[in-house]
């Protein structure tokens, strides 16, 4: 297809990693924060074309594997009241909550649907002009435009029949917190492509300016991956530590300043906001700013809004930070599977253990697990 | 790749717990039961299988493949049911008609069988227009008669308005296979190679699109076809080259898509299957919806193609003979049956890694057969 298969040959792929094992000269943890670059990474098998000595750590930039049980079950608890329509994108679905997930709450009774936008949960409260349309938002800077867009739409044509649930999170705080992590060792960063193209390269200034590691944006083909692998390899071996932009095409340093103006006048920061696994972290949430607050589900129903402990057996937290891998969890593969997922981590296909399960069980496993026993 | 798999426990941990028998675990049916992928499988062997258990049902085929009479008057007959709850009812390429007529007869031809008779039931919501009826019976009737079949029985029943979506059809058909032929999705062997008859994900993608939910417009048609005569030419092909006993699996990928189908015989067969990315065919358009959609068209149903697992020193010859067919055109061979890592689909990618292709889990497309 135009414009996609060129950033997908195979034998661009293999001279890049050619360089890359060249270039590479002691072990090396990488951490790609976005979902989409863990999804690309495991559906092109790019780890098999990573020399032996650079390691994949992938981050916590998967929405929906960060969305914490007690955000589930207040999700749940405003499907089951009557009259209500609650919309979302098919990936929420199976996230389990404290007890039940919205799949099960919709067999049981509760209209829950699937949509493709924003936009769709709108159209759907025009139609339904009698019933209350909720649309569980979910997502970093990338989606949040297009929820504040269809916020503003409701707002302009008077939908009072349509809130949204929102559970909008923010990059930033998120590395900040990691960066923060005593734990955590890594050499630099794959930045997030698609958050970037609406808040630019400059926000990443602070990683190198104060924790002295690399960052560069990444685009989501397999070969802009290796191609930012490459980028981050040559700083380090150069002893550099930057914001690079691999992904010109789309992103600069200042971002979508459209895009930013409309997020500053739908959204205002949280307090604090609750990540699976990494806890509450300062200002990482948006909740629709006080203007807006009419069409808020948060304050238009009543919702439970109680904090559930992630599941003992489940060691998510320690996966997105890449302290663990996630086939050192004790549950991974086991009791913890795509089709009955303990951890969020396992639901979604940008979960790094979905990942490992769907894509790398292969090789991946078995060759480190042998490695490391 | 093979040696390590062996020597990793984890990797065994994991794989002991992927194949245990399946249980169910669920309180209630989710849409997830009904997706083709492992939770109806789950569905099928915890529940249908615990209560209705037989030699027949256990084979877990398509059909079901038995013999009546004694002597000379023998004959060993194939048995199948499918029901059709596509919405909409009408698609380019096709309409739930079309598709309960070739649905059926596929699954019969699947086994080698002639297809002979069908029965078709209707559930219809009170309502439903006289003239779209008329519209779906008339293409069931074209359909049968392409595919040699005549609907010899049937059966109405109209619920009252919310009682079911419009309409749904069951079809049940019964077929003679009159060859010595032994078809089953159990006998992939070692060095066998994998055949595709044609691009993959054009009826999922279809009907996605013609829901007018996303709004995207393309020149997508369904594939729906009846694919008996294919697998007729299939056999005598097979049985000109070598015998026809060299064609060991047959199916249609219909929901799961190819990589279920895949999986399913990978583990009945208790072989790995490897199979090349660029070697699968897939049409520009579906190609670019699926990366609209963030849909995988190895997952996205087929409603006109078939796999199959055929003996290596025939599958040149079938792929010709395949191509010569109009439902063939794009055949071709896409990967081949090795011994280890058993009850696996691995792929190789277009990029030069190697990834698991798992069954599906959880619900992709709901209602699209």
Known sequence: ?373 | MTGEFTSSPLFERVERARRRKRKLRDEQITLAHGSGGRAMHELIEGLFLEQLRNPLLEALEDQAVFEVGSGEGRARLAFTTDSYVVTPVFFPGGDIGRLAVCGTVNDLAMSGARPLYLSSAFIIEEGFPVEELRRILASMRAAAEEAGVLVVTGDTKVVQKGGADRLFINTAGIGVIESPVQISAARARVGDKVLLSGTVGDHGTTILIARGELELETDIRSDTAPLHSLVREMLEEAARAADAGAVHCLRDPTRGGVATTLNEIALASEVCIEIREDLIPVREEVHGACEILGLDPLYVANEGKLVAVVAAEVADALVARMRGHAYGLDACVVGEVKAEPQGIVAMRTGFGGTRIVDMLVGEQLPRIC
């Open chain 1, 1 to 373: 297809m135009k414009f996609i298969d060129e950033y997908r040959q195979g034998d661009i792929a293999e001279r890049l990693a050619a360089e890359i094992a060249h270039a590479t000269t002691r072990p090396l943890k990488f951490m790609e924060v976005c979902g989409g670059h863990t999804h690309t990474i495991f559906k092109y098998g790019i780890e098999d074309l990573l020399p032996e000595n650079i390691t994949m750590i992938h981050g916590p930039g998967c929405p929906v594997c960060v969305i914490p049980l007690g955000r589930v079950d207040d999700a749940i608890s405003i499907a089951r009241q009557p009259g209500v329509i609650f919309t979302t994108f098919g990936d929420a679905m199976r996230v389990p909550g404290s007890k039940t997930s919205l799949l099960d709450a919709k067999a049981s009774g509760a209209d829950v649907r699937m949509v493709y936008s924003p936009l769709d949960a709108l159209k759907l409260a025009k139609k339904n002009p009698g019933r209350s349309v909720v649309f569980l938002a979910l997502g970093f800077e990338t989606t949040a435009p297009s929820t504040a867009l269809t916020v503003m739409q409701a707002e302009k044509e008077g939908v009072e029949n349509f809130s949204v649930f929102c559970n909008h999170i923010t990059i930033v705080p998120a590395l900040k917190a990691l960066l923060d992590s005593p734990d955590l060792q890594l050499d630099g960063f794959l930045g997030p492509g698609h958050v970037s193209t609406v808040i630019g390269t400059r926000p990443y200034e602070f990683v190198p300016a104060e924790y002295g590691k690399p960052v560069v944006v990444a685009g989501f083909e397999p070969l802009d991956i290796l191609q930012s692998v490459y980028m981050l390899v040559r700083q380090v071996v150069e002893g550099r530590a930057q914001v690079e932009n691999q992904y010109g095409r789309c992103v600069n340093r200042d971002g979508n300043r459209k895009a930013l103006e409309v997020l500053f006048d739908v959204f205002e920061p949280r307090d604090f906001f609750e990540w699976r696994g990494l806890g509450s972290i300062a200002h990482s949430g948006m909740k629709l700013s006080r203007k807006y607050a009419r069409f808020d589900a948060e304050l238009k129903f009543d919702v439970p809004g109680l904090r559930v402990a992630d599941p003992k057996a489940c060691q998510c937290g320690e996966i997105l930070k890449g302290v663990k891998r996630p086939w050192e969890c004790k549950v991974f593969g086991t009791a913890c599977t795509p089709e009955t997922p303990i951890g969020s981590c396992m639901v979604s296909s940008e979960g790094a253990c979905a990942a490992y399960y769907n894509f790398g069980r292969l090789s991946k496993i078995a060759e480190r697990s042998a490695a490391g026993s």
